[in-house]
């Protein structure tokens, strides 16, 4: 993979995300380097084209997002923004994106957000959205809307739902960035490595989600989001729901027999 190289800038006709599969391993990159990979609405309907295709290959087990350039993403291209004011131009920009996030979640496959550079505003959002997320030790981290008079609203959700509300409070009002470390303890990423293992880290989870039963993987991934803002009793009533269904799969039965028999499962996604 070469999403650690920066590129000053892409040539005129190459595209704004590129795809490319490996060893049932996905690998989605952000391609708007010298815009510092800012979602316009061009690389948002590009991305979400990608989540969909991606979802309907069986072929695919797990999904990196990555990103080419100095940033990994700099959130909304504000020269957009700018360009095109106006009440329903808002909300349809604001609209696409949560669309984005949501489609990242819903989809049922693990997504890797493999952050090599400084991640703001619905940048952050994207990371804190993915299902795992991996820095390099440069790598920072930012909700810095309210030092333009727009407060990271949209990015708010995602980032909440991953730290705690004082971190999330700090991120949010005072706009500062964040080190990579902060953001291990704050819980927005899972690793911090250096930039020379990035890549290798990254691809050591991937494999490792790979080699699982992505019928598994799907009703787990599902079954997470959906229980996090129920109460506690509707909580484990719909997880043991979950849990029965999932023990009537064969990948449950094949898996169980594997680990009875001490030999490596064959799975079949059902």
Known sequence: MTATTPIAAPAPDAPILLRSDSDGVAT??????AARNALSVALMTALQAA????????????VILAANGPAFC?????KEVRANPGRENYEALFR?????MLSIVRLPKP??????AMATAAGCQLVATCDLAVAAEGARFATPGVNIGLFCSTPMVALSRNVGRKQAMEMLLTGRPIEAAEALAFGLVNRVVSAADLD???????EGLVAKSPLTLAIGKEAFYRQLDMPLADAYAYASTVMTTNMMARDAEEGIDAFLQKRPPEWTGR
């Open 28 to 33: 989605l990159t952000l391609n708007r380097p």
């Open 51 to 62: 989540i969909a295709d991606v979802a309907a290959d069986d072929s695919v087990k797990a």
């Open 74 to 78: 700099a959130g909304h291209d504000l």
């Open 96 to 100: 696409q994106c949560s669309d984005l």
């Open 111 to 116: 997504v890797i957000a493999r952050v090599h």
């Open 200 to 206: 290798a880290s990254v691809r050591q989870i991937a």
